[in-house]
């Protein structure tokens, strides 16, 4: 992701670095964020390293929007909790069940 969407200003990446964790509308892909899943077709779920009360959150990238959006769970043990919620009540995420593919993969339909 630094390869392809990150910005090549020093100075602007600082700036986004030093911003809060969870701050949207971020048009770059940054070296504190860790890329933690995909869905194959340009969006990824990133934990938020950077410093403040968010910092640790879970948000999306979009190959469309960036990191548009608010984040998604304000931690890795909260969406893990929603996940593990769901497969036990066959219960949907954000209108999504869970299916677990012949491979051992885990999809989202």
Request: hydrophobic share 40%.
């Amino acid at each position: 992701m630094l390869d392809i969407a990150s910005c090549q200003d020093r100075a602007e990446t600082a700036t986004l670095v030093a911003t809060p964790a969870g701050s949207p509308r971020t048009p770059y892909w940054l070296p504190v964020w860790l890329p933690i899943a995909h869905d194959g077709g340009g969006c990824n779920l990133f934990i938020d390293l950077r410093p403040g009360p968010l910092h640790g959150c879970v948000m999306q990238w979009d190959k469309y929007e960036a990191a548009g959006l608010k984040p998604r769970w304000p931690s890795v043990a909260t969406m893990l909790a929603e996940i593990a919620h769901a497969l036990q009540h066959h219960t949907d995420v954000d209108g999504y069940q869970p299916e677990a593919l012949d491979d051992g993969t885990l999809d989202w339909v």
